[in-house]
């Protein structure tokens, strides 16, 4: 079974802070990783995606990738409260274009004013 | 990315009945789409994976007789919740992957089973 771990949380930081996520895997050869917000009782929706080692920037947020470690984390700076929600990290399944996703648990973020 | 469309978006039913819930990718031809159910606080877990034509193929510990889906054509997934019990009251969401934006999920359907 392939493990997708994140910190526990909740997390909770002030707004205008940094509010920092990780995120570890299991399977060294996983290549395509996912970061997905999910507000309370609504669906997730992608926020970043990641392919190569390194750091992704897309406004606020930024996804980092070291595979070396199989670590992936999302930045979001200058945190607003409406980015309180639950991240869930996602990781494709190895080998797979179009296959399943294996999901972290998510962690809860709340961003106070 | 891909649109998808998921209906309903509530349902309460009564023991016994069955539920059928709707995928529709409204701008893209999906070969596959999969079907997650999530309870209050947890993570999404998969259970099936919808593929057009043929059988879907379900995860372990998951009722293929209990949760029937069917993907009949490249935009529409349907899965059926047959005498639902209230231990099946959830969150049901859709997913349908697109190689170039990623996965887009559907809006999610919350079942209620009284």
């Known amino acids: 079974q392939k493990e997708v771990e994140q910190n526990s949380g909740p997390l909770s930081v002030p707004e205008g802070a940094i509010a920092s996520l990780n995120c570890t895997y299991s399977?060294?050869?996983?290549?395509?990783f996912f970061w997905y917000r999910q507000y309370s009782g609504k669906s997730p929706e992608l926020i970043m995606s990641?392919?190569?080692?390194g750091d992704k920037e897309d406004g606020r947020f930024t996804a980092q990738l070291n595979k070396a470690s199989q670590y992936v984390s999302l930045l979001i700076r200058d945190s607003q409260p409406s980015d309180s929600a639950t991240y869930l990290c996602a990781v494709l399944d190895r080998g797979s274009t179009l296959g399943r996703l294996y999901f972290g648990r998510g962690t809860q973020l709340t961003v106070w004013p | 990315g891909a649109v998808v469309s998921q209906h309903p978006s509530r349902v309460i039913c009564k023991s016994g009945t069955s539920v059928k819930i709707e995928c529709r990718s409204l701008?893209?031809?999906?070969?596959?789409m999969f079907w997650y159910r999530q309870f209050p606080k947890k993570s999404l877990m998969l259970m099936a994976t919808s593929n057009e034509g043929s059988k879907a193929t379900y995860e372990q510990g998951v009722e293929k007789d209990k949760f029937l889906i069917n993907h009949a054509s490249l935009t529409l997934s349907t899965l059926t919740v047959t005498s639902a019990h209230p231990e099946d009251s959830s969150f049901y969401i859709c997913?349908?992957?697109?190689?170039?934006?990623?996965?887009?999920f559907g809006s999610g359907t919350r079942l209620t089973v009284v």
């Open positions: 399977d060294r050869g996983s290549q395509s």
């Open positions: 701008d893209f031809q999906a070969t596959t």
């Open positions: 997913s349908v992957p697109d190689f170039q934006y990623g996965y887009t």
């Open positions: 990641i392919y190569s080692n």
